[in-house]
């Protein structure tokens, strides 16, 4: 189909087909997420039915040539149905660089712009249909997956702030096509969708029709396994929620002592639980045997880690540490001023004035450990080794280079006055430092 958009007027909506939309309520706002293609603009005309003040999202992968007349039309349908829009272009080349493939990249760029764009109480409608979620099952299937992948799409989940709802994952796209064109609805076909260079488009047009031609009602046996494995992944992570509280779990450190007592299986499916709870996606490994031995079993002099994207899991002292990757720090040291908080990797610090404030604020400078520091816990008494007493508080080597130190004012290089949050001076802390001001250093998160 190409141009034109029929308005809303003369258009009669099936009530099976409303009901999946007209269910969708408690927004603030209701987004529509258009392609201009089929499902999505089919998926606008149901949605401004069924709902005032819709709005509609168009990405911009500015990939094809006709990108124009797309975002062209999107706009022209908007007008014609009173729907705001608005209209984000990406770069997915850019994204594509990072050597993922395109259809990757694209996904991620289109999603990360859907997160940015969602607030609080907002809802994003997309129209992933029946076909979509048997071509992504069978997809995830071939790439490996495990129940958690093969549940598919859910219907809705969070995304950014808001939440993301899939209202036609129930019908074919036959049944929507059938609809759109008795009605009179136009749409846009993306090129790209042809193109069997990419692996989806090669499942749906060369292997899903073969499929359904030998097994009629394909789509429905795949969602059926797909509502099982759902089932399955729920379990998985209850059991995984109940075994996290029974060992005596911290969000980011579990004893290795009742970790190594489960099975293989429940080892495996708490880690997961524990590293997706984190935000992280879990690691793609063949030989988990393998992996577990090591990082619960090794010597104790050893330090064994399992590397993920964006973070490693780590073992000491008879614990397993979930660490996300070091920040960003600066390599010199840096100034603090006060009301002038710094970042610095995941740590703010900041200076501030009390009642008592003297006029001068001292020199005060931030960096990590270059050896060789020491601390002074009284004023008057002998210093101690930094190292040592880190050592003796059991923190991670790990932690202790990601540690930011706070020297003050004194002779010679400045006396160490607050080692990130596990120690500050009495000059500089409490309802009434000394010093006259008062020195903070938190973690941007627990």
């Given amino acids: 189909m190409t141009l034109g958009?029929?308005?809303?007027?003369?258009?009669?909506?099936?009530?099976?087909?409303?009901?999946?939309?007209?269910?969708?309520?408690?927004?603030?706002?209701?987004?529509?997420?258009?392609s201009g293609g089929l499902?999505?603009?089919?998926?606008?005309?149901?949605?401004?039915?069924?709902?005032?003040?819709?709005?509609?999202?168009?990405?911009?992968?500015?990939?094809?040539?006709?990108?124009?007349?797309?975002?062209?039309?999107?706009?022209?349908l908007c007008v014609r149905l009173g729907v705001s829009l608005v209209v984000q272009p990406v770069d997915v080349r850019?994204?594509?660089?990072?050597?993922?493939?395109?259809?990757?990249?694209?996904?991620?760029a289109r999603y990360e712009a859907f997160e940015a764009l969602l607030e609080p109480g907002d809802i994003l409608l997309m129209a992933h249909h029946g076909d979509d979620q048997a071509e992504t099952v069978?997809?995830?299937?071939?790439?490996?997956?495990?129940?958690?992948?093969?549940?598919?799409?859910?219907?809705?989940?969070?995304?950014?702030?808001?939440?993301?709802?899939?209202?036609?994952?129930?019908?074919?796209?036959?049944?929507?096509?059938?609809?759109?064109?008795?009605?009179?609805?136009?749409?846009?076909?993306?090129?790209?969708?042809?193109?069997?260079?990419?692996?989806?488009?090669?499942?749906?047009?060369?292997?899903?029709?073969?499929?359904?031609?030998?097994?009629?009602?394909?789509?429905?046996?795949?969602?059926?396994?797909?509502?099982?494995?759902?089932?399955s992944d729920f379990l998985n992570q209850r059991l995984a929620e109940l075994q996290w509280q029974t060992l005596g779990g911290h969000r980011h450190r579990l004893p290795v002592e009742g970790l190594s007592l489960l099975s293989l299986a429940e080892q495996k499916n708490l880690l997961r639980w524990w590293v997706r709870h984190s935000g992280y996606s879990p690691p793609s490994i063949s030989d988990w045997s393998q992996v577990l031995n090591d990082l619960l079993f090794a010597a104790e002099d050893r330090s064994p880690e399992l590397r993920g994207d964006g973070f490693s899991l780590r073992r000491f002292q008879g614990e397993l540490y979930l660490v996300a990757d070091m920040a960003w720090v600066p390599e010199e040291s840096v100034a603090l001023e006060p009301g002038l908080p710094v970042s610095w990797g995941s740590w703010k610090i900041r200076l501030?004035?009390?009642?008592?404030?003297?006029?001068?604020?001292?020199?005060?400078?931030?960096?990590?450990?270059?050896?060789?520091?020491?601390?002074?816990?009284?004023?008057?008494?002998?210093s101690k080794s930094l190292k040592k007493w880190l050592q003796e508080k059991a923190v991670p080597p790990w932690e202790r280079a990601r540690l930011p130190l706070v020297f003050g004012a004194?002779?010679?290089?400045?006396?160490?006055?607050?080692?990130?949050?596990?120690?500050?001076?009495?000059?500089?802390?409490?309802?009434?430092?000394?010093?006259?001001?008062?020195?903070?250093?938190?973690?941007?998160?627990d």
């Fill in 5 to 34: 958009a029929k308005p809303l007027s003369g258009v009669a909506f099936s009530e099976e087909l409303c009901a999946p939309v007209k269910s969708v309520s408690g927004y603030r706002r209701l987004w529509v997420a258009l």
């Fill in 138 to 231: 069978l997809f995830r299937m071939i790439r490996g997956s495990g129940v958690a992948g093969l549940a598919g799409m859910p219907g809705s989940r969070a995304l950014g702030a808001g939440r993301l709802v899939r209202p036609l994952l129930g019908f074919e796209r036959s049944e929507l096509e059938d609809f759109a064109s008795s009605a009179g609805i136009s749409w846009i076909d993306d090129p790209s969708n042809t193109d069997q260079r990419f692996d989806r488009n090669f499942l749906r047009l060369s292997i899903l029709p073969a499929l359904k031609k030998r097994w009629p009602g394909l789509n429905r046996r795949l969602q059926h396994s797909a509502g099982s494995c759902a089932e």
């Fill in 94 to 108: 850019l994204a594509s660089g990072s050597g993922e493939g395109l259809e990757e990249a694209a996904r991620e």
């Fill in 410 to 445: 004194a002779e010679g290089e400045g006396e160490l006055i607050a080692i990130g949050d596990l120690w500050c001076s009495e000059q500089y802390c409490g309802s009434a430092p000394a010093a006259g001001w008062r020195l903070t250093v938190e973690r941007d998160c």
């Fill in 352 to 382: 501030e004035p009390v009642a008592t404030a003297k006029a001068d604020v001292p020199p005060i400078r931030i960096c990590t450990r270059q050896g060789g520091e020491r601390i002074r816990f009284c004023s008057v008494g002998p």
């Fill in 39 to 76: 499902d999505s603009t089919l998926l606008l005309h149901l949605a401004a039915h069924c709902h005032s003040g819709v709005r509609a999202v168009h990405i911009n992968h500015q990939l094809q040539h006709n990108a124009g007349k797309t975002e062209n039309f999107c706009r022209e």
